[in-house]
C-alpha cells in the first residue's frame, strides 16, 4: 500500500528541501509521521497505546512534541485487533513498523512511549534483544499485572497479558534499551481501589509499575490511569525525549 505523507518543518533539523514523499508501508497505518533531514540526536518518538484504546488518547501529546519539535509516530495497529490484540501479535506489528521508519529515514533508533498495555506490547517486542529501540518510557504500565484484570475477559486476548503472571509481564529485559516508568497515585491518602493494595492509579498498583528493578521511575503524579497523559507526565519524560539525558 502506498500512503503519502507530508514533511514538516523540524527546527531541530537542517533542511534545504521540503517535499511530499512516498513511503511504501506494507505493515500498520501511522496516523501522524514529523520528519525532515534527522537531527539525530532527537529519535523519532512510537506513541503505543494501551488496552481497549485507540490512538486518539495521544491527541495532547502529539501537540506537545509538534511544539518541542520531537518527530513521533502515533500507532494504529491494523494487521490485529487494535483495541484488544495481544500483545504478542502488537509487538510482531511494532517489529514491522520500526523497520519501515529506519528503512525510510536516517534514523538508527527510535524511543517508545507506552500507556498501559501498550509499555508491555512494547516490552514483548525488545525481549527479541533488537538494538533500534534507545528508551522505552511505560506509563501506568502493569508490569506485575493487576487484580482487576482477572475480574472479567472483556477484551480479550488482550486482557489475559493484563493479569499476574501473564507471559507478557516476564518478558525479559533488552540489554540494549534504557526502561523508565511514570506512574499515578491516584487520592494517595486513601489508596486509588480497594481491590488492589498500596498506592495505585485506580486500575495499576504503583509497585506493578516499578516492579522491574531495571526500569528506573521518573516520577509519579496524582493521576488517574485514564489521565496519566497530561502536562506533567508529559514533562517527567521530556528529557528523554528530547534527547538531554
Given at each position: 500500500m502506498?500512503?503519502?505523507?507530508?514533511?514538516t518543518m523540524n527546527k531541530?533539523?537542517?533542511v534545504t528541501v521540503v517535499t511530499v514523499i512516498e513511503i511504501l508501508v506494507s505493515n500498520g497505518l501511522f496516523?501522524?509521521?514529523a520528519t525532515a533531514q534527522e537531527d539525530e540526536t532527537v529519535l523519532p518518538v512510537l506513541l503505543v497505546h494501551g488496552y481497549y484504546e485507540d490512538a486518539s488518547i495521544w491527541e495532547t501529546w502529539e501537540e506537545f512534541l509538534e511544539s518541542d519539535d520531537i518527530p513521533f509516530y502515533t500507532i494504529t495497529f491494523q494487521q490485529s485487533d487494535d483495541k484488544c490484540g495481544s500483545a504478542v501479535e502488537h509487538a510482531r506489528e511494532l517489529n514491522n513498523m520500526i523497520q519501515e521508519i529506519l528503512d525510510s529515514t536516517d534514523y538508527?533508533?527510535?524511543n517508545i512511549v507506552g500507556h498501559s498495555k501498550g509499555g508491555l506490547d512494547a516490552r514483548v517486542y525488545l525481549a527479541s534483544g533488537t538494538d533500534d529501540v534507545a528508551n522505552l518510557i511505560m506509563?501506568?504500565?502493569p508490569n506485575n499485572g493487576s487484580p482487576l484484570a482477572e475480574l472479567s475477559d472483556i477484551c480479550s486476548p488482550a486482557v489475559y497479558d493484563l493479569r499476574r503472571g501473564a507471559s507478557a509481564t516476564q518478558a525479559e529485559q533488552n540489554p540494549n534499551t534504557n526502561y523508565y516508568t511514570?506512574?499515578?497515585n491516584w487520592l494517595s491518602n486513601v489508596g486509588g481501589n480497594w481491590y488492589i493494595l498500596g498506592p495505585d492509579d485506580g486500575w495499576v498498583a504503583v509497585a506493578s509499575v516499578e516492579s522491574e528493578e531495571y526500569s528506573q521511575s521518573l516520577g509519579q503524579t496524582s493521576h488517574h490511569h485514564n489521565d496519566l497523559l497530561e502536562q506533567e507526565?508529559?514533562?517527567l519524560a521530556l528529557d528523554i525525549l528530547d534527547g538531554q539525558t
Open positions: 502506498i500512503v503519502n505523507y507530508l514533511i531541530k533539523a537542517i496516523v501522524s509521521l538508527e533508533q527510535v506509563i501506568g504500565t511514570i506512574s499515578g507526565e508529559y514533562s
